[in-house]
């Protein structure tokens, strides 16, 4: 897939509604999820000025950002120009600017901090782009970076290994758990590799966490999905052996069960029904809301306490430009966005 087809792809995604309603982006930017993220930039040690969201998509991180850095003058950068003009209506103050996914159009240093939400198992050249938001950072700057992890123990990585090919190769050569594929990933990346290619570019790992070690993973597919989601990460899987088939089957059947016990949560207890049975009506529903705030805290807990065990599902890097990096790259004429 070249440049101008990748771009293709995003634009037909974003003029329909990837990422808009669905149970997912609900998830992810509300509630547990999104405080993993408010976390993570509060590890940035600086007051930002001017920062970018690299790969911002229609904008859905852009209120956060400004929340947490009410000083800064945010901008936004996706290859997809149907996203970026989203972005643009939503936040008309904000300036946003679609472009091939090589080269963002900014100079050179100028940024204090580029933020970057699972966009990097999406682009067609990693090297390229780690290249291209190291650039964009002034010397003493910040990167915070978030992507999905392939280090060993996470959950995702464990189910995984329950599968004959859970370890499949994607268009550009590069290793992606079974289950992504649907999804446009490219790569599963460890951390270490991770940032090893960001440290080529002169930036400095100064924190590290992770999610996604157990309970994250749960509270992802059991409320941030859909029985679809988990039809079509189970469904048609050749197992490992006889005792992965067990487990998979296991697995399905009480993730399936669990995301459609949640539901009901949304009982109407205000309909006619007789004594009998609204009673039986207020006890499941209290029974749903109790195992619903109990898959909560728990991954609250384990992002609580367990952020620094690298065996998890989703990584949250933070890199710091060498202040005596000065850059020698021969940055083209582009002008400032108006």
């Known amino acids: 897939m070249d440049n101008r087809s990748h771009q293709d792809v995003y634009d037909a995604r974003y003029a329909g509604d990837y990422m808009e309603a669905d149970a997912y982006t609900t998830w992810v930017h509300e509630g547990l999820a999104a405080q993993r993220v408010r976390d993570t930039l509060r590890e940035v040690p600086i007051s930002p000025v001017r920062l970018l969201d690299y790969g911002c998509g229609q904008g859905k991180w852009v209120g956060l950002l400004r929340s947490q850095f009410p000083a800064a003058s945010v901008s936004g950068v996706d290859v997809s120009s149907v996203a970026v003009e989203k972005a643009s209506q939503k936040y008309p103050e904000c300036k946003f600017a ?34 291209d938001i190291s650039r964009l950072i002034r010397p003493g700057g910040f990167a915070c970076i978030i992507f999905p992890c392939g280090n060993r123990g996470s959950f995702e990585e464990r189910l995984v290994r329950l599968a004959k090919d859970g370890r499949q190769t994607s268009t550009t050569g590069e290793e992606i758990f079974y289950f992504e594929r649907g999804e446009g990933h490219l790569r599963r990346m460890a951390s270490a590799d991770a940032i090893q290619l960001f440290e080529a570019q002169g930036m400095r790992l100064r924190r590290e966490f992770y999610s996604g070690q157990l309970f994250a993973s749960l509270d992802w597919l059991i409320r941030g999905t859909g029985p679809h989601y988990i039809n079509a990460m189970f469904r048609g899987v050749e197992p490992a052996g006889l ?10 059947v009480s993730l399936l069960r669990a995301n459609r016990f949640l539901r009901f949560q949304n009982l109407d207890l205000t309909r ?34 367990r952020r620094a065990d690298k065996g998890g599902a989703v990584q949250y890097l933070i890199f710091q430009k060498g202040e005596e990096l000065r850059t020698t790259f021969a940055a083209p004429s582009v002008a400032e966005l108006e």
């Open 272 to 305: 006619l029904r007789s004594p009998i049975k609204k009673l039986a009506a207020m006890l499941v529903k209290g029974a749903a809301m109790r195992a619903d705030a109990t898959i909560l805290a728990s991954a609250r807990r384990e992002w609580s306490q």
């Open 98 to 131: 679609d472009f091939d996914g090589e080269r963002a159009p900014f100079e050179n240093a100028t940024f204090d901090m580029v933020f970057s939400f699972h966009v990097l198992e999406h682009v067609l050249d990693i090297t390229a782009t780690i290249y």
């Open 243 to 252: 005792v992965s088939r067990v487990k998979l089957r296991l697995l399905y």
